[in-house]
């Protein structure tokens, strides 16, 4: 049993080095969703939302 979970931490480090960029973007994407969701105030939603609209230009030129 311990040579499978072993194996399989060896598994997951690797794959965690060879996706490091995709591991921090899906961790900040949740990180924002969860702020937004739970600890957000009207006024940092207003933020946000001029924020969103600003990258959305941005990505759309």
Avoid: C, P, V, W
């Avoid at 931490?9 to 080095?17: G, H, P, S, W």
């Avoid at 900040?28 to 969103?52: H, V």
């Amino acid at each position: 049993m311990t040579e499978k979970n072993e194996a399989l931490k060896r598994a997951q480090k690797r794959y965690n080095e060879k996706n490091r960029e995709q591991r921090n973007y899906l961790t900040k994407r949740s990180s924002a969703r969860g702020f937004i969701r739970n600890k957000a105030t009207l006024e940092d939603l207003q933020e946000l939302e001029s924020l969103i609209s600003e990258r959305r230009n941005m990505l759309e030129m």
